[in-house]
């Protein structure tokens, strides 16, 4: 069983920066991946950026030049820093982790962006 504990969310205005990080409590370097997902009112959860066990990264066009997934082997963390946040990034964030045929999902973090 992996946990996954998400930090960093909050209250930012638009234009604002937040960093999301992801611990986990075993070594990522084991993951086939790791990403972040986001849920806002009423909608479905998407795809905001994820990372492969090489390196790969790909992100949802929405957040793409804004967006950065990276990760610390070392720490087990996976960050996401966001950059000239819009409101309608508003929702709350999710981190998983794909290792083998299972997923795992942290609590969400809330960030709310102000216009």
């Known amino acids: 069983q992996v946990q996954l504990v998400e930090s960093g969310g909050g209250l930012v205005q638009a234009g604002g920066s937040l960093r999301l990080s992801c611990a986990a409590s075993?070594?990522?370097?084991?993951?086939?991946?790791m990403g972040w997902y986001r849920q806002a009112p009423g909608k479905q959860r998407e795809l905001v950026a994820r990372i492969t066990s090489g390196d790969s990264t790909n992100y949802a066009d929405s957040v793409k030049g804004r967006f950065t997934i990276s990760r610390d082997n070392a720490k087990n963390t996976v960050y996401l820093q966001m950059n000239t946040l819009k409101p309608e990034d508003t929702a709350v964030y999710y981190c998983?982790?794909?290792?083998?045929?299972?997923?795992?999902w942290g609590q969400g973090t809330q960030v709310t962006v102000s216009s």
């Open positions: 998983y982790a794909r290792v083998w045929v299972s997923d795992y």
């Open positions: 075993a070594s990522i370097s084991m993951f086939n991946a």
